[in-house]
Structure formats: structure tokens, C-alpha cells
């Protein structure tokens, strides 16, 4: 009989700390304890009003594209601006990583168009985030009928 007092006694004590313990999860901050920061993203934002993977307003979509090189969560978004010698695409980063795009080769049928991804050599602390941001290149004659051919690569510079 002396130790009914006290198992009733602990399990009064567990019910009281675990009651504390959920009303703290409940309202994250609440009772003046410390909150951890959350992580925001530093991505660049496509241009008002334009969505990842739009064509922007001002430019063309083109049709004509081979893009059976690039992985399948790649966008194959491409747009012609102005008088068809800047050619748009949209590229895809993440973490530290920075995307560009240039121009391998202009042929009478096809122009073949670099997406990059270059990331720093040296190791640093990133962020977990993928940006597709709209890159442009420019070409020496306007696109027209010729076939945009997109290649891809990763580099560590």
C-alpha cells in the first residue's frame, strides 16, 4: 500500500509535464521560449506577372525543339523576342548554383543552345531550392524555321 502513493504520484507528475510539453507544440513561441528562423528561398523571380516556364509577353513561342538531351524534370520552354536573333529559354539552378546559357552552333537548320549549371568549388553551405530562371542568347541571323537543340551540363568552378 505505501507504493500506490507513490506510482499515483508519478503518474500524476508524467500527466502534468506531458500536458506542458503539447500545449508548447501547439502555438510554436508560446511561453517565451526560442523560435528557430525559417529558411526562405533567394530565387530569382521571372519577370511580374510571368510564371516558371511562360513565354514572357513580348516574346514568340517556338515549336521546332529537340530537347531528347536534357533530363526529363528540365523545362523546355523557348521563345523568340524582338526581330528573332534573341532566343529565350528557361534554365534551371539550385542551392548555389547559377544557370546561363550560350549558343554551341548556328547551322541553315538548327541552333544548338547550352543550358549551364556552374556551382562553386569550393564547399559552402546552400540553400535546398530549384529556380528556373529565363535566360537569353543571341544569334547572328534571326531563329525561323530552324530547330532549337538543347544540351545541358554541370560545371564547378
Not at 500500500?1 to 504520484?9: N, P, S, Y
Not at 521560449?33 to 513565354?55: D, H
Not at 528557361?90 to 548555389?96: D, T
Given at each position: 500500500?505505501?507504493?500506490?502513493?507513490t506510482?499515483?504520484?508519478t503518474?500524476?507528475?508524467?500527466?502534468?509535464?506531458?500536458?506542458?510539453?503539447?500545449?508548447?507544440?501547439?502555438?510554436?513561441?508560446?511561453?517565451?521560449?526560442?523560435?528557430?528562423?525559417?529558411?526562405?528561398?533567394?530565387?530569382?523571380?521571372?519577370?511580374?506577372?510571368?510564371?516558371?516556364?511562360e513565354?514572357?509577353?513580348?516574346?514568340?513561342?517556338v515549336?521546332?525543339?529537340?530537347?531528347?538531351?536534357?533530363?526529363?524534370?528540365?523545362?523546355?520552354?523557348?521563345?523568340?523576342?524582338?526581330?528573332?536573333?534573341?532566343?529565350?529559354?528557361?534554365?534551371?539552378?539550385g542551392?548555389?548554383g547559377?544557370?546561363?546559357?550560350?549558343?554551341?552552333?548556328q547551322t541553315?537548320t538548327?541552333?544548338k543552345?547550352?543550358?549551364?549549371?556552374?556551382?562553386?568549388?569550393?564547399?559552402?553551405?546552400?540553400?535546398?531550392?530549384?529556380?528556373?530562371?529565363?535566360?537569353?542568347?543571341?544569334?547572328?541571323?534571326?531563329?525561323?524555321?530552324?530547330?532549337?537543340?538543347?544540351?545541358?551540363?554541370?560545371?564547378?568552378?
Amino acid at each position: 500500500m505505501r507504493h500506490i502513493g507513490t506510482v499515483v504520484g508519478t503518474g500524476a507528475l508524467l500527466l502534468v509535464l506531458s500536458a506542458c510539453g503539447s500545449a508548447q507544440n501547439a502555438s510554436p513561441g508560446a511561453g517565451g521560449g526560442p523560435t528557430l528562423p525559417t529558411a526562405t528561398s533567394s530565387s530569382e523571380a521571372p519577370p511580374p506577372g510571368i510564371a516558371p516556364g511562360e513565354v514572357p509577353p513580348d516574346g514568340t513561342p517556338v515549336t521546332k525543339i529537340d530537347a531528347n538531351a536534357l533530363s526529363p524534370d528540365v523545362p523546355r520552354t523557348v521563345w523568340t523576342q524582338g526581330d528573332g536573333r534573341t532566343v529565350g529559354v528557361i534554365g534551371q539552378e539550385g542551392g548555389c548554383g547559377k544557370a546561363s546559357a550560350s549558343v554551341l552552333e548556328q547551322t541553315a537548320t538548327a541552333v544548338k543552345i547550352e543550358l549551364l549549371e556552374t556551382t562553386p568549388l569550393t564547399k559552402q553551405m546552400c540553400t535546398m531550392d530549384i529556380r528556373f530562371p529565363p535566360l537569353t542568347v543571341q544569334l547572328s541571323e534571326p531563329l525561323g524555321e530552324r530547330t532549337v537543340v538543347l544540351t545541358s551540363r554541370q560545371e564547378q568552378k
